[in-house]
């Protein structure tokens, strides 16, 4: 089965730091790019970062470029979200979610999220 | 940064009937949309890819057109587990962005 389990979630007060994982399962992680959504209580999704196969191509949302960093180790099929500097607006569930493909694609499998609560 | 634009906001309707959702985006993204759905306390789900694709496993009552700027989303009968959050999602080389999302409830 595939299957994506985020964890690292939690309180944390403004400024400080907090670093996200993505256990992947089911598939052959390095086959394919990953990314990280999030989505504020109540409200829509918005895409924060993403990364190729071979992290060789990063993308982030202007919303969090130069505070957050993704990473990914195929040795160990996972996935990672580093974020420094957080602020009460990034309190969100966030997901992790594989791509159709190892181009740049739309997002098929998506994990159950972990929940990032930014508050002193 | 391309902006899309979902409409309508909420879309109240009756199981059988057809829907159609419109997704706008401020300047061409070709092809490159994608439709999810997505029910309460669950993760999103990928119902059409690359504007009129639809994703494994999704029922052929589900169907997506346009390209450029317009795009639609049409569920030709609604179902009873049907009614939920349909987000629009661009992609633009790295960058990604999502709709509002349009809400189908039930009439």
């Known amino acids: 089965e595939v299957q994506l389990v985020e964890s690292g979630g939690g309180l944390v007060q403004p400024g400080r730091s907090l670093r996200l994982s993505c256990a992947a399962s089911g598939f052959t992680f390095d086959d394919y790019a990953m990314h990280w959504v999030r989505q504020a209580p109540g409200k829509g999704l918005e895409w924060v970062s993403g990364?190729?196969?071979?992290?060789?191509?990063?993308g982030y949302a202007d919303s969090v470029k130069g505070r957050f960093t993704i990473s990914r180790d195929n040795a160990k099929n996972s996935l990672y979200l580093q974020m420094n500097s957080l602020r009460a607006e990034d309190t969100a569930l966030y997901y992790c979610?594989?791509?159709?493909?190892?181009?740049?694609?739309?997002?098929?499998?998506w994990g159950q999220g972990t929940m990032v609560t930014v508050s002193s | 940064e391309i902006v899309l634009t979902q409409s309508p906001a909420t879309l109240s309707l009756s199981p059988g009937e057809r829907a159609t959702l419109s997704c706008r985006a401020s300047q061409s993204v070709s092809s490159y949309l994608a439709w999810y759905q997505q029910k309460p306390g669950q993760a999103p789900r990928l119902l059409i890819y690359d504007a009129s694709n639809r994703a494994t496993g999704i029922p052929a009552r589900f169907s997506g057109s346009g390209s450029g700027t317009d795009f639609t989303l049409t569920i030709s009968s609604l179902e009873p587990e049907d009614f939920a959050v349909y987000y629009c999602q661009q992609r633009s080389n790295w960058v990604f962005t999502f709709g509002p999302g349009t809400k189908v409830d039930i009439k």
């Open positions: 979610a594989k791509t159709r493909s190892k181009r740049v694609d739309a997002f098929d499998i």
């Open positions: 990364i190729s196969w071979n992290s060789g191509s990063i």
